[in-house]
């Protein structure tokens, strides 16, 4: 089955922990990229890559950082998590034609 | 960068009768597309349309694109409790590398 997996679903932590939030997918896309959904603002992107060893920024990268060794692996990185990072996360990938965006089941995120 | 603008923020209706929601955006696209998510789940795509496509249909769903008003409309026709969700529309902006930039939603309450 094509999937999107991000672990883990829910995770609590303390302002500073160093912390990664994984992302895995079998769809063989080279597009992969992070959005974080806040009430009242919609999902922003947080950073994108279009291939292996290549990431970019996007809307809100500050605090993050993500990197690329593997098509199928895209780690979340957060080095110093603050509370304003308090959010849910979602992974996704896209396919070449139609491009078209497949989502991972979120991770919500608590800084405390 | 919102690009995406939906309307209205929420709609409530009951059951068997058609859901309407409209998006607006700002600059040239390649493609609009619609997505739903279920409370705090990822997003799934419903359907994508092409700057030269002016409607589009898949099931219940028929989709429309003006890209002279840059708009588009998500209708959904005989709608069943089941379409209680959150509807995003996403523009596909022509700037290589930029993933889709999502709206803010629209969220369809059916009762039955």
């Known amino acids: 089955e094509a999937q999107v997996t991000q672990n883990p679903r829910y995770l609590i932590t303390v302002t500073g922990k160093k912390l990664t939030v994984t992302c895995s997918q079998n769809?063989?896309?080279?597009?992969m990229s992070w959005y974080r959904q806040d009430p009242g603002l919609g999902l922003r992107q947080i950073y994108y890559?279009?291939?292996?060893?290549?990431?970019d920024k996007g809307d809100v990268p500050e605090g993050y950082k993500v990197s690329r060794k593997e098509k199928r692996n895209f780690p979340l990185i957060l080095e110093s998590p603050s509370p304003n990072q308090t959010s849910l996360y979602f992974c996704?990938?896209?396919?070449?034609?139609?491009?078209?965006?497949?989502f991972g089941s979120g991770t919500q995120l608590s800084v405390l | 960068s919102q690009q995406g603008e939906e309307d209205p923020q929420a709609l409530s209706i009951q059951e068997g009768e058609n859901a309407t929601m409209n998006c607006s955006y700002k600059?040239?696209?390649?493609?609009l597309q619609w997505y739903r998510q279920n409370s705090g789940r990822g997003l799934v795509h419903l359907i994508l349309?092409?700057?030269?496509?002016r409607e589009k249909h898949s099931g219940r769903l028929r989709v429309t694109l003006d890209t002279s008003k840059k708009s588009s409309s998500l209708l959904i026709t005989a709608s069943r409790a089941a379409d209680t969700a959150s509807y995003f529309c996403?523009?596909?902006?022509?700037?290589?590398?930029?993933?889709?930039?999502f709206g803010k939603g629209t969220t369809l309450s059916v009762s039955s």
């Open positions: 996704a990938t896209r396919s070449s034609y139609p491009e078209k965006l497949f």
């Open positions: 769809m063989n896309h080279e597009y």
């Open positions: 890559s279009m291939n292996v060893e290549v990431t």
């Open positions: 600059t040239s696209i390649n493609n």
């Open positions: 349309i092409r700057s030269n496509e």
């Open positions: 996403a523009t596909d902006a022509r700037q290589a590398g930029t993933a889709l930039i």
